[in-house]
């Protein structure tokens, strides 16, 4: 929930976490694509999974949805560094499925990410190098129908000003790439920023000089937020993801 304040009653400074966080990607919303190739179909699921129970669930699923095919093949990535990685072939010749799949999704830099590869044989062999080109392909397939969001560490800061300072405030917002997320106006106004971590102290510091120091300052714990489906998304920092 975004912190607003209300009238005059602005809090002070709150203790923030120390030492830099990194930005990475997530996948926010799976999806599924395929393609086809000498008649055999390659059938790509994608789904945002955060731990190997998950992704274990979820490639029984499909295997399970897809019982009639040839092959399921999987592969995943989970943790904000990508610690976890595992794949399978699922039958298919020794890296000619999950390891290509495995590879697209540390191409994209994507992690917290599962993908399981259905094949429904078309009676032709492709050869080593064809299934590797369909099950890599079929995974990109997969991810253009899903959506990808890049978090982004921050801080939420409400900063409460007069009315002759809202321009001012509203211009050093745009200028540090901080949205603005509400706006609340009362005998003066509370304006909460998400502002990028990289930019906490230089929005602090242009602040305090641009509102001659006037400005009262409420300073949120950390957070995550990104943008997907336009909107914007704050994501609460779990323990996990400061190890």
């Given at each position: 929930m975004m912190k607003t304040v209300s009238g005059h009653s602005i809090a002070g400074m709150k203790g923030n976490k120390t030492g830099m966080r990194e930005r990475y990607k997530i996948l926010y919303k799976g999806g599924q694509g395929e393609l086809?190739?000498?008649?055999?179909?390659?059938?790509?699921?994608?789904?945002?999974?955060?731990t190997e129970e998950e992704a274990a669930a979820f490639i029984a699923e499909m295997k399970k949805k897809y019982w009639d095919?040839?092959?399921n093949c999987s592969a995943y990535v989970?943790?904000?560094?990508?610690?976890?990685?595992?794949?399978?072939?699922d039958g298919e010749p020794a890296q000619t499925a999950g390891r290509p799949m495995l590879d697209v999704l540390l191409g994209a830099g994507v992690v917290n990410i599962c993908?399981?590869?259905?094949?429904?044989?078309g009676g032709t062999l492709l050869g080593t190098g064809?299934?590797?080109r369909a099950y890599s392909g079929a995974v990109q397939e997969g991810l253009k129908n899903s959506v990808i969001l890049e978090k982004i560490p921050g801080s939420?800061?409400?900063?409460?000003?007069?009315y002759s300072g809202v321009g001012k405030l509203q211009y050093l917002a745009a200028?540090?790439?901080?949205p603005i997320l509400d706006t609340e106006y009362t005998d003066q106004v509370a304006m909460t920023v998400l502002v990028p971590e990289e930019k906490k102290n230089s929005f602090l510091s242009q602040l305090t000089e641009k509102t001659g120091g006037r400005a009262q300052i409420f300073l949120d714990e950390?957070?995550?937020?990104?943008?997907?489906e336009g909107q914007f998304l704050v994501f609460e920092e779990k323990s996990s993801e400061t190890a």
């Amino acid at each position: 929930m975004m912190k607003t304040v209300s009238g005059h009653s602005i809090a002070g400074m709150k203790g923030n976490k120390t030492g830099m966080r990194e930005r990475y990607k997530i996948l926010y919303k799976g999806g599924q694509g395929e393609l086809t190739e000498k008649k055999s179909r390659f059938i790509a699921t994608v789904r945002p999974v955060e731990t190997e129970e998950e992704a274990a669930a979820f490639i029984a699923e499909m295997k399970k949805k897809y019982w009639d095919a040839r092959h399921n093949c999987s592969a995943y990535v989970i943790g904000r560094r990508g610690q976890l990685q595992k794949c399978s072939d699922d039958g298919e010749p020794a890296q000619t499925a999950g390891r290509p799949m495995l590879d697209v999704l540390l191409g994209a830099g994507v992690v917290n990410i599962c993908v399981v590869v259905t094949r429904y044989f078309g009676g032709t062999l492709l050869g080593t190098g064809g299934l590797v080109r369909a099950y890599s392909g079929a995974v990109q397939e997969g991810l253009k129908n899903s959506v990808i969001l890049e978090k982004i560490p921050g801080s939420r800061i409400t900063v409460g000003t007069d009315y002759s300072g809202v321009g001012k405030l509203q211009y050093l917002a745009a200028r540090q790439e901080a949205p603005i997320l509400d706006t609340e106006y009362t005998d003066q106004v509370a304006m909460t920023v998400l502002v990028p971590e990289e930019k906490k102290n230089s929005f602090l510091s242009q602040l305090t000089e641009k509102t001659g120091g006037r400005a009262q300052i409420f300073l949120d714990e950390p957070v995550y937020y990104g943008q997907a489906e336009g909107q914007f998304l704050v994501f609460e920092e779990k323990s996990s993801e400061t190890a």
